[in-house]
């Protein structure tokens, strides 16, 4: 199994290029997310996913939009990007069963918006 | 003030030093995740736990729900466990999600 997978590992973008962060996890699980990491901070959810069909917003959404494509595919899109919105993106997943919350993470994006 | 508090922010410690890591939360939890950070940036899980303590090789997590608060403890440090240590509350209110403290950057010395 290959876990958690994102694509690219790397971006530079010019202010307001779009691009779509791709994620994708073969465990079978329901719950997927998107999160950012900025120096200092915490992980911030930027959305996830309860289920295919479904998505929600986070602590910090705007600027961004995603599309649960299906059960494995949970992808990030930046519209019109910013500065602010250079920073180190993780996908992650979870089980959702009663047991085990426990979250799994792709290796990370690092994206820097100029 | 946050919702997760790590402390230290920045731990250095010489090799085979037992190292203690300290989070601090204020809302009602389902479970606390403890994770590492490597230096190349990939985030990997250690340990999950709702109650009492958990044991993984060197590493060990306790919890204290009353008390809202949970250490890792690293027992026989090596320059290896260099990373950042980051504690996640799961916290259930109508959904599931996490919060997640600023982390703890450790260096262990050779």
């Known amino acids: 199994n290959a876990g958690v997978t994102q694509t690219p590992k790397f971006q530079v973008l010019k202010t307001g290029q779009s691009m779509t962060l791709q994620c994708a996890q073969d465990m079978n699980h329901n719950s997927m997310y998107w999160y950012r990491q900025d120096p200092g901070m915490g992980l911030r959810l930027i959305y996830y996913?309860?289920?295919?069909?479904?998505?929600d917003k986070g602590e910090v959404p705007n600027g961004y939009n995603v599309s649960r494509l299906n059960k494995r595919e949970f992808s990030l899109r930046l519209e019109s990007a910013a500065p602010s919105q250079t920073s180190v993106y993780f996908c992650a997943s979870t089980r959702d069963s009663p047991s085990s919350y426990e979250q799994y993470f792709g290796p990370g994006t690092r994206l820097t918006v100029t | 003030k946050n919702e997760v508090e790590q402390s230290p922010q920045n731990l250095t410690a010489q090799e085979g030093e037992f190292i203690t890591i300290n989070c601090s939360y204020s809302?009602?939890?389902?479970?606390l995740h403890w994770l590492q950070q490597h230096p190349g940036g990939g985030i990997v899980s250690l340990f999950m736990l709702s109650s009492g303590k958990k044991k993984h090789g060197r590493l060990i997590a306790t919890i204290n729900i009353q008390e809202k608060h949970s250490s890792l403890h690293i027992t026989a440090s090596h320059p290896r466990d260099s990373a950042v240590y980051i504690c996640?509350?799961?916290?259930?209110?109508?959904?599931?999600?996490?919060?997640f403290g600023t982390g703890t950057r450790l260096k262990v010395l050779a």
């Open positions: 809302v009602g939890i389902s479970a």
């Open positions: 996913s309860a289920s295919e069909g479904t998505t």
């Open positions: 996640a509350v799961l916290f259930t209110s109508g959904t599931y999600k996490y919060i």
